[in-house]
């Protein structure tokens, strides 16, 4: 009976939490509750992550005054040992006896660890619970295995909510710990995420399967976590708030993914349009691994990047003409049947940005590269009748692409006898720099140059090209068309473009100012008070 009540105790207390809880660290008691202030006016729960500290004991007052002061904050106070995974030194009794005086300072819940709690009397680990509820957790550093025998051991030692964080190794764990918690999160109050880069998607489509809340960061810098998110990012881009059961599911598919864009347009179109989804980014080693997750998960829509956007073709059910004659698929739906089937929206990105500008039927446009991109771009003008010519380093695949897209090929020697009204970089030759060009500047005849490469905003072949009076076209304009395309095959609704490339612009803008900060030499001042400290 006093278990049933317990239990129900916590699921009221579970209703009324945040699903963010952002973990806050610090050098000093008064330098983690600085931080703490900085955060509460966006953040109502906070993790003390006490371990932190090199003595503890010492931050008590400081968050007792801080939370007098700020009654709505729930904390948790935490104080991890070092034998699983925390920095706290001491003892599972000196562990316990922080945790008591945290609880008693107004922390309305403390996290111990199951091997700590186990070490301890059971009584005195009860006794925490009088004044606020138990978090008993458990952290498995090197996988995602065993779950429900974990939880099996758990459940013997009383708590209010049960917390397992495990290890992703592999993008299908993610799946593993949602397939948990859907299971049983109606019988525990439960939080489960997997750390690790792999396991991002497990951090936001946890609360979806029914973990209570989710940890953030309070910055990129200051993770206590492997993987883990900002509470900015969970909150503005993955609105974790509203993510629920019914929540419909989209992912980019990459290797590498991290830098992707596509999360942060992706969520603004899904908010602007009023699409109850979320889209995340999935690192994904394994192709079979991705099949699994569009399965399992479900997704509803998936966005493929390098290197699948050929391979995935063989796994569908079904592509369109047009992307079969591309020979790669950037866009997939799954359909309500669990069929999948292919699209390429990469020609509509090279298309769109070009129709707003020129009449495309009859202009003479030349195409750099012969790989993904540009087989999309010589099919999307071909279609749209473009006399279209291809440049590409390996002289014989821009041959065999011109035969089978019934274009022109040329050779690098005779550029300076054409004009040409569009000239397109799908090579990716600058790339993250301002100093490599495809071309030379006195190869460039043309009244625009579009560059497919987006980042950095302004290309060295950009830059080369308005110095002749062409206007150009950034690959960011490529970049959004083709997500809006997808958004609308998915959802049906037309996609909030303005929004979109609003976006993309500032997250381009923020990247060209962080490396240009980190370029920037460091002052002779600084150095020199550098060398006296
Ligand atoms: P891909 O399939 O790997 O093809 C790359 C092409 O570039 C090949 O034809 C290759 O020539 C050529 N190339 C590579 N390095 C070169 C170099 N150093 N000098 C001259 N040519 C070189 O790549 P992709 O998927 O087509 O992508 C191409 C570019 O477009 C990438 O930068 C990608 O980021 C960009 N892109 C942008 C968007 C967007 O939304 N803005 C969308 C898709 C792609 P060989 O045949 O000789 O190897």
């Given at each position: 009976m006093e278990a049933i009540l317990k239990n129900s105790l916590a699921r009221l207390r579970a209703l009324r939490l945040p699903r963010v809880c952002v973990a806050v660290t610090g050098s000093d008691p008064a330098d983690m509750v600085e931080k703490a202030e900085a955060l509460v006016r966006d953040n109502t729960f906070i993790e003390f992550r006490l371990d932190y500290l090199p003595k503890p004991l010492l931050a008590i007052s400081k968050i007792k005054e801080f939370l007098n002061?700020?009654?709505?904050?729930?904390?948790?106070?935490?104080?991890?040992?070092?034998?699983?995974?925390?920095?706290?030194?001491?003892?599972?009794?000196?562990?316990?006896?922080?945790?008591?005086?945290?609880?008693?300072?107004?922390?309305?819940?403390?996290?111990?660890?199951?091997?700590?709690?186990?070490?301890?009397?059971?009584?005195?680990?009860?006794?925490?619970?009088?004044?606020?509820?138990?978090?008993?957790?458990?952290?498995?550093?090197?996988?995602?295995?065993?779950?429900?025998?974990?939880?099996?051991?758990?459940?013997?030692?009383?708590?209010?909510?049960?917390?397992?964080?495990?290890?992703?190794?592999?993008?299908?764990?993610?799946?593993?710990?949602?397939?948990?918690?859907?299971?049983?999160?109606?019988?525990?109050?439960?939080?489960?995420?997997?750390?690790?880069?792999?396991?991002?998607?497990?951090?936001?489509?946890?609360?979806?399967?029914?973990?209570?809340?989710?940890?953030?960061?309070?910055?990129?810098?200051?993770?206590?976590?492997?993987?883990?998110?900002?509470?900015?990012?969970?909150?503005?881009?993955?609105?974790?708030?509203?993510?629920?059961?019914?929540?419909?599911?989209?992912?980019?598919?990459?290797?590498?993914?991290?830098?992707?864009?596509?999360?942060?347009?992706?969520?603004?179109?899904?908010?602007?349009?009023?699409?109850?989804?979320?889209?995340?980014?999935?690192?994904?080693?394994?192709?079979?691994?991705?099949?699994?997750?569009?399965?399992?998960?479900?997704?509803?829509?998936?966005?493929?990047?390098?290197?699948y956007k050929q391979t995935i073709i063989e796994h569908l059910d079904n592509t369109d003409a047009h992307t079969q004659k591309i020979g790669a698929c950037n866009t997939v739906v799954r359909a309500q049947d669990g069929k999948l089937y292919g699209f390429n929206t990469d020609a509509a990105g090279v298309v769109r940005p070009l129709e707003q500008r020129i009449t495309i039927d009859s202009a003479k446009i030349l195409v750099l590269g012969a790989g993904g991109a540009a087989r999309a771009a010589v099919y999307g003008l071909k279609e749209r009748g473009a006399e279209v010519f291809i440049l590409n380093r390996t002289a014989e695949k821009g041959q065999k692409l011109a035969r089978s897209a019934h274009a022109k090929s040329i050779k690098r020697a005779d550029l300076k006898k054409y004009a040409f009204d569009v000239i397109i970089n799908a090579t990716p030759v600058g790339m993250g720099n301002t100093k490599d060009s495809p071309l030379n500047e006195n190869e460039i005849n043309a009244r625009y140059v579009f560059d497919m490469v987006y980042d950095p905003l302004e290309t060295k072949l950009m830059k080369m090209a308005k110095a002749k009076g062409a206007e150009t076209i950034p690959g960011m304009e490529m970049f959004v068309h083709q997500a809006a395309r997808q958004f609308e095959i998915w959802t049906g609704k037309p996609a909030p473009w303005d929004d979109m490339l609003r976006v993309v612009q500032v997250a381009l803008q923020e990247r060209a100012n962080a490396a240009a900060k980190n370029a920037a030499p460091e002052p002779a001042v600084k150095k020199k008070s550098a060398k006296r400290a």
């Open positions: 002061y700020h009654p709505h904050v729930i904390a948790i106070g935490t104080c991890r040992r070092a034998a699983n995974g925390g920095k706290f030194k001491g003892t599972a009794e000196a562990q316990l006896e922080i945790l008591t005086k945290a609880s008693a300072a107004g922390c309305q819940l403390v996290d111990m660890e199951m091997e700590s709690a186990a070490k301890c009397k059971a009584d005195k680990v009860q006794a925490l619970r009088a004044s606020g509820a138990l978090i008993l957790s458990h952290h498995d550093f090197h996988a995602t295995k065993d779950l429900d025998k974990t939880l099996e051991k758990m459940v013997k030692i009383p708590a209010d909510y049960y917390k397992i964080v495990s290890t992703a190794t592999s993008l299908y764990d993610n799946v593993v710990m949602m397939k948990f918690l859907e299971q049983h999160s109606h019988q525990y109050s439960l939080i489960g995420l997997c750390m690790g880069e792999q396991g991002v998607p497990s951090r936001v489509l946890g609360v979806r399967a029914g973990s209570v809340f989710t940890f953030a960061a309070v910055s990129p810098d200051e993770k206590t976590a492997p993987g883990q998110v900002t509470a900015q990012e969970l909150n503005s881009t993955f609105r974790i708030e509203s993510v629920d059961a019914a929540t419909r599911v989209y992912g980019v598919a990459g290797d590498p993914v991290a830098h992707s864009l596509s999360p942060a347009i992706m969520n603004v179109a899904l908010r602007r349009e009023n699409v109850n989804g979320v889209y995340v980014a999935l690192h994904v080693k394994k192709m079979k691994d991705l099949l699994a997750c569009i399965r399992d998960v479900p997704l509803h829509g998936l966005s493929v990047t390098m290197p």
